[in-house]
T-cell receptor, first 114, second 117 residues
């Protein structure tokens, strides 16, 4: 069965520092991978997605993610974090079925220090 | 274009009471989903629908019922609320999987925070 692991429950970075959030997936075929962000009290917003092709995916708000099949990873990166990036980040994998169902990781809560 | 909206935003129930959460989308999406979000557990799928008049169980369906009488609306019902159903509930919608086989993006509503005492 498909699964997603986000090893880091909570991460704190300084404003202006680089960021990498880890995501590992378990899936038999080529996965459909997503990163969503949830600001406090808000719904989930799509940051980026990978379906196929170029393994480095660009998203909104200056985020990017790299799909590495050999490591079963889809880590999210940002070169310089802004205070407004403080939020919870969820990685998800599509189940590959006809219903577009997603399997979510447990999330990583990002705090940004001034 | 409001996207996905949810009603109500907050609700407090007593054990045994019933209620219905409403999800509406104006994007003409075929597929709709209900999730619950609990601390440390991410989002878990409760029920979903691939079209008007059709529903199916997700990962955690017990204690919930759903209906999709209109394409734009997806209702989540709790017949007899329990404290274990205290959670934040999210609705999402998407287009069908493309003819090329790509899973499509799910668009989320703002959530309903439910507390069951």
């Amino acid at each position: 069965a498909q699964s997603v692991t986000q090893p880091d429950i909570h991460i704190t970075v300084s404003e202006g520092a680089s960021l990498e959030l880890r995501c590992n997936y378990s899936y038999g075929a080529t996965p459909y991978l997503f990163w969503y962000v949830q600001s406090p009290g808000q719904g989930l917003q799509l940051l980026l997605k990978y379906f196929s092709g170029d393994t480095l995916v660009q998203g909104i708000k200056g985020f990017e993610a790299e799909f590495k099949r050999s490591q079963s990873s889809f880590n999210l990166r940002k070169p310089s974090v802004h205070w407004s990036d403080a939020a919870e980040y969820f990685c998800a994998v599509g189940d590959g079925g006809a219903t577009n169902k997603l399997i979510f990781g447990t999330g990583t809560l990002l705090a940004v220090q001034p | 274009n409001a996207g996905v909206t949810q009603t109500p935003k907050f609700r407090v129930l007593k054990t045994g009471q019933s209620m219905t959460l409403l999800c509406a989308q104006d994007m003409n999406h075929e597929y709709m989903y209900w999730y619950r979000q609990d601390p440390g557990m991410g989002l878990r799928l409760i029920h979903y629908s691939v079209g008007e008049g059709t529903t199916a169980k997700g990962e955690v369906p017990d204690g919930y019922n759903v209906s999709r009488l209109k394409k734009q609306n997806f209702l989540l019902g709790l017949e007899s609320a329990a404290p274990s159903q205290t959670s934040v509930y999210f609705c999402a919608s998407s287009r069908p999987r493309t003819s090329g086989g790509n899973t499509d993006t799910q668009y989320f509503g703002p959530g309903t925070r439910l507390t069951v005492l």
